[in-house]
């Protein structure tokens, strides 16, 4: 099982980061983590996370095996998480939702990209068949965090997503098919 692979310790720029599964005694922890997000990074997500409420659905999740996420720590903090969703309805269980997020402090350094590639990695050990991102259309960061894995993009929806502040933005779906990913 793809488990038996964390804790990982990897080292980016001479700094040491851990990638482990989240579970239920992460709550608290996430909590913190979310409630330091700015407000731009909070416009896209599947929920509200800083609701705690929302985390709780989150764990329900992982716990139920529809879901699975990966937590970055630096210096024993939570400094970004990366999850696949799975299992969400019959027709689609072939396929994974992929969601990634890194604190604003420590974007720019590759780690959504190495955070991105782990869950694709895990993905495919799961034995899923395609991994798809939502992200909006104008996010060209999250667009080059994804490119590098062969994602294409499969579907822009006009107005689809609307942000707290209720503006819209067109929404754009990306793929990439696992049995053309190499190991």
Known sequence: MA?????????????????????????????GFTSKMNEADLWFMRRDITKPEAIDDWIHEIETDRAKTLLIEHNDQIIGYGTIYYNQLFWNRHIAEMRVMVSSAYRGRGLGQKLA??????????????????????????????????????????????????????????STDLKELNS
């Open 117 to 174: 590639r782990e869950l694709t990695q895990l993905a495919k050990d799961m034995g899923l068949e395609k991994v798809m991102v939502h992200m909006a259309a104008d996010d060209k960061a999250a667009q080059r965090m994804v490119d590098y894995l062969d994602f294409k993009p499969a579907a822009i929806l006009a107005d689809w997503i609307k942000t707290r502040d209720d503006r819209t933005h067109d929404l754009l779906i990306m």
């Open 3 to 31: 488990e038996k692979n964390y804790p990982k310790e990897m080292t980016i720029g001479g700094e040491k980061f851990t990638l482990r599964f989240m579970e239920r005694k992460d709550r608290d922890s996430m909590i």
